[in-house]
């Protein structure tokens, strides 16, 4: 037996009546594929639902999967307490996903209470497992529940991890269907949750059509600054699932999308037409080529970023001798420098100097690119396998200058504010940073300064590289 369904379905709680009281029908189409799929499978009656939700327990370094005898959750924080619901997990599947996952190296932790008590939480089931599943109910309930919750892995292990779960349910002969839950674009109008970009449109509609076409490479290469920019939480999702298609030759048939609270909600089935060669090894040959075209393209700064911190994870040792590259600038001047490293649009790691440590910007890159990897407190350490799915950026900044509020421009400038021996910096040019006011705040809360005491203003440009 192997899986026999696949759908996208996104999460909104409004979409349900107990929740949106009328708001819910401001979005009919989504509610109504909503519906078209729960009665679709319950006509396929599967023993098991395998839903990968972006809102669960979430492990840091590593995809979820709950274990325990039964999980359940209600929508109480969505003014719904009524509605709850409580599944058996599946545990025969679920531990045969974790062992070959295991086994392929990827990251893959089981979720037990026993273990999540120790973080003060407990297995249960999120609004994004619970609003797909919210529709299937209504029309069937027999089946038992796989809980999975996606990580920051990189899109080829996700991938991966999707094709285990095939393998799973043929080799144990379930009869189950996959559900990837996850919202498109955040972003879609300026009283949406995140405000507007123009990206968020642009990935909805580029990414809808790829999967309509069956089309995973242009899933794998659709550009970064796009997805980073959309404010989306159903890709990795959907990266999953389009690993249990792995070998079939499928097309997605969109059953609505609607944008109206600026967030996309876009409900997919997916079909599948016959078999079809395996992409990993194409993927897998796509990523190298990513990472070798950025080594390519890069500038000497991003450059010397990358081959410090891949030399201390291969070595243990830091560079000792400056490469050939490395130009005089670099070599001459002393400078504050942050590296900044991105993984699939999200940071991976940031650490800087506001004034120089060292004799030079390329000593400062090249300390500062180990610390970013490895010492950032937010952050686990960066494992060497993961450095092909990392974007480096260095940012060189200019000597502070004394300032006034009135001189601030949160885009052009950075900020750097000082009392009593206490210090904080904002860099310019941050997501989310529109006002001064907004990067004052920010930078004294770093410093640990109140906001009523008395302190100085300086402002610094940045120049910025970046990998392309």
Known sequence: MSLQGFYLMPHPPIVIPEVGKGEEKKITNTSNSLHAIGKEIAEKSPDTIVIITPHGTMFQDAIALSLEDEVSGSLENFGASNVSMKFPIDKALTSKIYELSYKDDIAVAMATNSLLNKYNTCVFLDHG????????????????????????????????????????????????????????????????????????????????????????????????????????????????????????????????????????????????????????????????????????????????????????????????????????????????????????????????????????????????????GINDPRFYEVQEEELLDIIFSVDVLTESEPSSKEELDPKEYGVVVRSRGKTGLLLPDLEGVDTVEEQLSIALQKAGIASNEEYTIEKFRVIRHKEV
């Open 129 to 372: 497992a619970m609003v797909p599943l919210y529709f299937i109910n209504k029309y069937y309930k027999e089946y038992k529940l796989v809980h999975i919750t996606y990580t920051g892995l990189g899109d080829i292990d996700l991938y991966k991890f999707g094709i285990n779960i095939s393998k799973a349910v043929e080799e144990l002969g379930e009869n189950a269907v996959v559900i990837a839950s996850g919202d498109l674009s955040h972003r879609l109008k300026e009283e949406g949750p995140y405000g507007y970009n123009p990206f968020g449109e642009k990935f909805d509609k580029e990414f809808l059509h790829h999967l309509e076409q069956g089309d995973v490479k242009s899933v794998f290469t659709m550009d970064k600054e796009t997805i980073c920019n959309a404010g989306e939480c159903g890709r990795p999702s959907t990266v999953i699932l389009l690993g249990t298609l792995e070998g079939k030759k499928f097309n997605g048939e969109l059953l609505s999308y609607e944008g109206t609270f600026g967030v996309g909600y876009g409900v997919m089935r997916f079909n599948v037409d016959s078999k079809d060669s395996p992409k990993l090894q194409e993927l897998e040959a796509l990523r190298r080529a990513s990472l070798e075209k950025r080594k390519n393209e890069s500038d000497a700064y991003v450059k010397l970023a990358r081959e410090s911190l891949t030399s201390y994870l291969s070595s243990g040792k830091q560079i000792k001798q400056l490469p050939g590259y490395v130009t005089e600038e670099m070599k001459n001047n002393k400078r504050g420098v942050f590296v900044s490293l991105k993984k699939q649009g999200e940071l991976r790691g940031c650490i800087g100097t506001i004034f120089p440590t060292t004799e030079s910007v390329a000593e400062e890159i090249i300390r500062n690119a180990i610390e970013a």
